[in-house]
């Protein structure tokens, strides 16, 4: 599977973005965002079948993931912007059951390349 990450841009803050993961297939996706100058951090993540839904504290309540495994895209739909969402995105697959938790980019084997979000104050 290739995955491609879509969606992203330059918006003000307050505005919302989504996000596309294409060809997801039935894969646990994971979304994930590095900033400059700082770490990769954990964003959201979903079930291979949908049926669960997982996210970093500093996002929940303003994104929200959901798949549409018909068209074998994951979506990460984004509200009330800030100056800190600035990174780029990347999403990742992983196999439907794992030992290793949806927070951790060790879940994830494979990677696509990143979208940029950049939020405007």
């Known amino acids: 599977v290739q995955l491609q990450a879509s969606g992203g841009g330059l918006v003000q803050s307050g505005a919302s973005l989504r996000l596309s993961c294409a060809d997801s297939d039935r894969y646990s996706i994971g979304w994930f965002r590095q900033a400059p100058g700082k770490e990769r951090e954990f964003v959201a993540a979903?079930?291979?079948?949908?049926?669960?839904?997982y996210y970093a504290d500093s996002v929940k309540g303003r994104f929200t993931i959901s798949r549409d495994n018909a068209k074998n895209t994951v979506y990460l739909q984004m509200n009330s912007l800030k100056p800190e969402d600035t990174a780029v995105y990347y999403c990742a697959a992983g196999p439907k059951n794992s030992g290793e938790s949806y927070s951790s980019g060790n879940r994830y084997g494979i990677w696509g390349q990143g979208t940029l979000v950049t939020v405007s104050s």
């Open positions: 979903i079930r291979w079948d949908g049926r669960g839904s």
